[in-house]
């Protein structure tokens, strides 16, 4: 029934926002998707990457260039682009789950970084600083509602298939590596082969929210594989709530609303208020946004 | 390379390990056969987590072989010696503390039968059954719905040992698996132990502080000192052999008395 509710929510709202609010929505979709994938390796895996927009950045360009150079249809780019972040994944990954923590995050940075300098200087496959321009879907695509809906129905898709993941035996398993490896390996998991498969799902999705958001965007740039974009997920699944399988969406909704409106109204404030919306969650609410429903709705039922 | 020994779940021929200037474990000669319930016992770093460790995979050895139902197993990894029969707990309990006493023991019998890569079937109905099985198996089927790290001690041991079973290993080696227990509770969990192994018929190979259990339950005993084997034999034997009544157990009577 809940369900039923949110959706005819997502399908409803759309048509009676302001068209800038739909903008906006169809963001929070790209952005929400690229959350739970990150948060497929944080939450689920006990792993943290500080350099997940590499993936986003993978998808981005690889549907940006196979519609620009290859002029391949918009679906089928789209569709390409989480396999090319995947092959990605797959070779930075296979260096980055040999290590743990600290060093896992600051490889994964490395490479982030690597991306993101190879996109910055290729300038004759990916212009550069320029970037690529006019990356624009079909036009039955084109109009801000009907790629929302298009954003809706794709992103859902992939979360849907998030949450089938984390609940499958393959989550159990990469649940039980989180929080304890070495009992994991005892019990017959190859842990490193476990995280490398959970590290390339999580790009492959990364990717496809990269895909998604080249065509929202109509442009691609190197930024799309800067610090910035590698904190936004994490930044995101602090606010939601690490431990829940919706934290990632509602930190979206959260984080993506504040900076409608914050960062608009005082650009030059934005991070700094950014900053400190983090610190009061993480200190007075370290199960994110999440834990806020959650708490209330353990009340209740302890209330009964 | 083959080993001699067919009958023997457990062999181990001078195995060496050493810690800086320390030689932990010095040329090990263990031989264990199938439905033995063997006992390791010595003083505070006679070796036996170490060996224990080496015999897992859990740390490499320096020299010596390991073999396993008859095959060279030295240098597999933790979890190739699973998949073969080997199954462990630890001396600090080691569970998933976040996950349910089912989730613990589904997750486990999932990776057993090599499901754990599936991405594409929901998990919570799988091997449920198995795992209510076993979770009744240890005593704790009226706690399978509990997350594990809020469970009494006792509790989580009793479900470690329920997660090295999920294997069906055919050897399993338990390291201390009373530490931090009362004393009731301790021979509860050994006889549980014990009881499980006669009726899977697998061998066991155990740790133990406390000379009432080792010598209530143990089939025979293998004292280490100083990183060797200095005796080996029935409880009887063991406990008149001089040289063990000198090392430990003189010693340890002396202090606890």
Redesign the interface.
């Given at each position: 029934m809940r369900w039923l509710v949110a959706l005819a929510l997502l399908l409803v709202l759309p048509l009676v926002l302001p068209s800038f609010l739909v903008v906006v929505m169809t963001e929070i979709a790209i952005v929400a998707l690229f959350a739970t994938a990150f948060n497929l390796l944080m939450g689920f895996g006990g792993m943290v990457s500080f350099g997940h927009a590499a993936y986003f950045a993978l998808g981005a360009y690889a549907a940006a260039l196979l519609v620009k150079q290859a002029a391949w249809p918009m679906p089928l780019a789209l569709a390409t682009a989480p396999f090319v972040a995947a092959a990605g994944a797959l070779f930075f990954g296979f260096f980055i789950v040999r290590l743990t923590q600290t060093y896992f995050a600051m490889l994964s940075l490395a490479f982030a970084q690597i991306v993101f300098t190879v996109l910055f200087k290729w300038k004759t496959l990916t212009g550069g600083d320029d970037g690529i321009l006019n990356v624009w879907p079909p036009p039955a695509l084109k109009s801000p509602l009907a790629y929302c809906y298009f954003t809706f129905a794709v992103a859902g898709l992939a979360m849907l298939a998030l949450r089938?993941?984390v609940?499958?035996?393959?989550?159990?398993?990469l649940?039980?590596i989180?929080?304890?490896p070495?009992?994991?390996?005892?019990?017959?998991?190859?842990?490193r082969r476990?995280q490398l498969?959970a590290f390339v799902?999580s790009g492959f999705f990364s990717g496809l929210a990269g895909g998604l958001f080249a065509f929202f965007n109509g442009s691609v740039f190197p930024d799309f594989a800067y610090l910035n974009k590698s904190f936004e997920p994490l930044v995101v699944v602090l606010l939601g709530g690490i431990q829940s399988f919706f934290g990632p969406l509602a930190g979206a909704v959260g984080f993506k609303i504040l900076e409608t409106f914050i960062a608009r109204q005082w650009p030059v404030y934005w991070p700094l208020f950014l900053g400190s919306a983090v610190v009061l969650v993480v200190v007075a609410l370290p199960q994110g946004f999440v834990g806020l429903l959650q708490r209330r709705s353990w009340r209740i039922r302890a209330a009964r | 390379m083959a080993d001699p020994s067919g009958a023997l779940v457990l062999r181990t021929v001078g195995l060496r390990k050493h810690f800086g200037g320390v030689q932990a474990v010095n040329g090990v000669d263990l031989a264990v056969p199938e439905g033995d319930l063997r006992a390791i016992i010595g003083p505070n770093g006679a070796g036996k987590t170490t060996l224990f460790n080496l015999i897992t995979g859990d740390l490499p050895h320096d020299s010596g072989q390991i073999f396993f139902r008859g095959a060279e197993v030295s240098g597999l990894p933790p979890q190739a010696l699973c998949r073969r029969g080997l199954a462990r707990t630890f001396q600090v309990t080691s569970i998933f503390r976040r996950l349910t006493a089912l989730e613990n023991v589904q997750t486990a019998l999932l990776t057993h039968h090599r499901r754990h890569l599936d991405i594409f079937r929901p998990a919570r109905r799988l091997y449920r059954d198995e795992a209510m099985i076993l979770l009744d198996r240890v005593g704790l089927g009226a706690q399978a719905a509990k997350p594990s790290g809020i469970m009494s001690h006792g509790d989580q041991r009793r479900l470690e040992l329920a997660l090295a079973l999920a294997s069906e290993p055919q050897l399993l080696m338990l390291d201390e698996p009373t530490a931090g227990m009362a004393p009731r509770e301790r021979h509860e969990i050994m006889a549980l132990a014990a009881a499980i192994a006669a009726d899977a018929r697998l061998t066991i190979v155990f740790t133990e502080h406390d000379m009432d259990v080792v010598f209530a339950v143990a089939r025979r005993i293998s004292v280490l000192h100083q990183g060797g084997v200095i005796a080996e034999g029935t409880p009887l034997e063991v406990r008149g052999d001089p040289e063990v009544q000198r090392v430990y157990l003189g010693h340890r009577s002396k202090t606890a008395h």
């Open positions: 089938a993941i609940d499958s035996p393959f989550g159990y398993a649940r039980a989180r929080e304890n070495r009992r994991a390996r005892f019990i017959g998991v190859n842990v476990h498969f799902l | -």
